[in-house]
């Protein structure tokens, strides 16, 4: 257990998942040494618990980590598990951008943790959309794009990074945890960290949104922060196996299709905006990806600079509407036994997403 | 109960004598997007009207009509006028110095009325002439719809002249939207008991929080093709069809990439949309598709029982759509 006595390394953990992670640590009776590896230490702390220890550092500095050499040698000595969260997950990066935040940050801190004498545990953090645009059942063992390609350069480099973590599993003791886009919390509907859904749902809220590429009836997996923290928590914790991938997404039962998100955006808006109804706005239309891409070209010969945000806004994400998928959850459910843990279905928690956005004016809810 | 068939007898159009380029259009300052652009949407030229005013094109497209249809002027009982430009409704602009933005020597111009003069130009004296206005491109759909349910309901009523007609101001730009505009007039004849082109049904949206055209042009353009769907499937509902039944799209002379995208929306083929119109025409305000079912029936591809969809869309705003069975 990650408990008194030990020393936790949290890389990005002042992110979205990075700050639950170390809240739901520090929250323990018995809490572990928590060691928050930042790029701007100053500000950086200011929302983590009290006793959280924060050293400024950079994974772009290499297996250095941007550390004194005094401070690494203390860590390497120091630090039992390492929870690496940090990632560039900004969707449209040029590559080498993307590759250089998430396969090379990476990289430094897997060479950091094989110098960690104590070690014992490492838990990476990616994305189930690491099977690019593959379509149908994806398991979790799966690394394996099925030479359909990416969405995106975030999906790309998060691919790569996995194929650079699983060539280093037989050395390190590492699990993967594996995210769907992060909404939310369930419980409150705050979003700690406004990422490209909420910027659709706000185009939506605008009038701004005329269509979105998909099948009416394809599957979205959006998930709640909470679950996920909670999850990752449990499985690093309780279940931790070395070599091993898990879901942490709201999976087939959990999710919604496009069709019913949308419907359910919409009603939100006409539940906390009574007003909005006055402005008359139309969902968007679910269309094939040719007229989609028709539109966008459209757009982007018109050279309409606030279409023009508005559609790449979209177009970040938008490819990954048309191919569905089905993300295998079986050993995540097994792991999970006995936690009380299941994620919950999008649909009742997303109208506390949409008004916490609205209420927020769209920015990130208040702590 | 059983209601009367209505249709559309005949329709007749005319156009300006001067037709530009989009270069010409271009050199003139007429133009926002480079000429370019507009020819990938599928546009060639505007037709300007330099020398006639918006009355004297309507008074020509009702002319034909009448001859053409052989109709009885006392057969007439309402007139319908639809002007898309609030301009279009009054005679005061036919002295302005530019022949569209109001000019308002004497007060008094603000009652001299299109209609009135149709009416009395070609001796309708049993008609009784209304203006149909705020209606921007939609306004002879609502000529129509209003006419045809006036057939419907008045049991003496046996016809209903619409007549659409509107000019740009001479030094107007020709583009909105990245649509390039023309004049032109319109008229079309319902008559009571007529089978050919029956109108099956018509649908129509007003969303009136995107009044403002030049505040909200990006929410209009955002809200055009789901808002198209939504009204076309409607429509067809309330004509007990799919777009399956229709044979042949009618369009608004709108920008043809417009007219792609919205196809995709519908899953209708291209080859089945009557788009010569427009790069041959551009985008006559009110008057596209009734002008574009007058070529389409002339070019003899419609065969009887065939059904047509027409669809448009005006500032306001206003989403139209009409099926029609040959």
Known sequence: ?367 | MDFPTIGIAGVTYRLPSIARTLDDLDARGALRSAPAVLAGFGFERAWVAESETALELAMGAVGDLLAETDADPDEIGVILYAGALTSSSTLATDSSSDGAALHLPDVMDLFKYPVSRIQAEFGLTRATAVGVDQQACASLFSAIRIGRDMLVAEPELRAVLCVAADRFPTHAPREMIYNVVSDAACAALLRKDWRGNRILACGHVTKGALWDASEMENEIIAAYFPTARTVIRETLERAGLSIDDIDWIVPHNVSLRSWEILLGLLDFPREKLFAENIARVGHTIASDNLLNLRDLLDSGRVREGERLLLFTFGYGLHWSCMVVER
């Not at chain 1, 257990?1 to 639950?20: D, I, P, Q």
């Not at chain 1, 459209?298 to 979209?314: D, Q």
């Not at chain 1, 609205?358 to 208040?366: C, G, K, T």
């Open chain 1, 1 to 367: 257990m990650t408990a008194a006595g030990r020393t936790v390394l949290v890389t990005g953990g002042t992110g979205t998942l990075g700050r639950e992670l170390v809240r739901r640590l520090a929250a323990r009776p018995s809490a572990p040494r928590i060691v928050v590896l930042s790029r701007s230490a100053s500000g950086a702390d200011a929302r983590l618990p009290a006793g959280v220890r924060v050293v400024r550092g950079d994974l772009a500095a290499g297996s250095g980590l941007g550390l004194s050499s005094a401070e690494r040698d203390e860590l390497s000595g120091e630090v039992n598990d390492v929870l690496h969260c940090a990632a560039d997950t900004r969707f449209m990066l040029p590559l080498e951008e993307a590759r250089a935040a998430n396969v090379g940050g990476t990289h430094a801190i897997l060479d950091f943790a094989a110098g960690c004498r104590a070690l014992g545990r490492m838990g990476c953090f990616s994305t189930v959309y690491v099977a690019g645009r593959r379509t149908g059942w994806i398991a979790e063992s799966d690394l394996d794009d099925g030479g359909a390609g990416f969405v995106n350069s975030y999906e790309r480099s998060k691919h790569e990074m996995e194929r650079e973590v699983r060539r280093r599993m037989g050395d390190l003791p590492i699990a993967v945890y594996r995210l769907s886009t992060l909404i939310g919390d369930s419980r409150t509907g705050a979003v700690s960290g406004p990422n490209a859904f909420h910027a659709a749902l706000r185009l939506l809220y605008h009038g701004l949104a005329p269509m979105v590429p998909g099948r009416p009836e394809n599957r979205v997996d959006v998930v709640a922060v909470d679950y996920v923290a909670d999850a990752a928590s449990w499985l690093f914790d309780r279940r931790f196996e070395a070599g091993r991938t898990y879901h942490l997404c709201s999976g087939n039962e959990g999710s919604s299709t496009l069709a019913e998100l949308i419907d359910e955006v919409v009603e939100a808006f006409h539940r906390f905006r009574p007003e909005w109804r006055r402005r008359h706005v139309e969902k968007p239309a679910i269309v094939d990806p040719e007229t989609y891409d028709l539109f966008v070209r459209s757009v982007e010969e018109t050279g309409n600079e606030v279409l023009l945000r508005a559609t790449r806004a979209v177009q970040s994400f938008a490819g990954q509407l048309s191919c569905p998928k089905t993300f295998d959850t079986r050993a995540t459910e097994a792991a999970l036994a006995g936690s009380g843990l299941r994620p919950p279905r999008v649909l009742d928690f997303l109208p506390k997403v949409v008004r916490a956005c609205l209420e927020s004016d769209w920015r990130e809810s208040a702590a």
